[in-house]
């Protein structure tokens, strides 16, 4: 090959992580999610993946059903240093393997198998599953179950008392 045909290469491969970077950007500004879990459905080859962790604040997990997208995925995230913060696994079956209420942010390209009712239930209180469907951006956000009480200081809240409203999490019995 060619000096400038390598070149060429190179500044394609660097411009094409940079505008995958600019749409995780552009979703994350989107979904007003600042951090947690990002899980990406069909990740492809793992450029709009790494480019969900835009922080320190943010732990992605990429899923695929395609094993040679997922090699393709881990070979990028370990050239960026990024594996390990970043992970890839394949997904079988429908179900995702996460615990009920962990996700923060749900993206899919394409959604495949897995079902709405699915990616709800993953999805933490406030977390958002922003799925593309014919074209378009769709995003859904979890509402917070009214038994659940916020806590908006270490707290509880502005007054000190360690003590929530929860009537759904209390102490074991």
Known sequence: MKRS?????M???TLADVVRAEDAMQILASTGI??????H????DGRLTAGFRASDAYLVHGLDTHPDDLAKSRKHIESLGLYGPVAVDRLVGTELPYANNLVNLL???ESGDVSMEEC?????????AYIQ???RWQKSVKPRPAEIDEWTHRLHDAGGNPVARDTVVGPPQ
Not at 41 to 44: A, P, S, Y
Not at 120 to 128: E, K
């Open 133 to 135: 469907s014919e074209g």
């Open 34 to 39: 600042h951090c947690g879990l990002v899980v």
């Open 5 to 9: 045909t390598i070149i060429a290469l």
């Open 107 to 109: 993206v899919a390209e």
């Open 11 to 13: 500044v394609c491969f």
């Open 120 to 128: 709800l239930r993953v999805l933490a209180p406030g977390g958002v």
């Open 41 to 44: 459905l069909g990740c492809v």
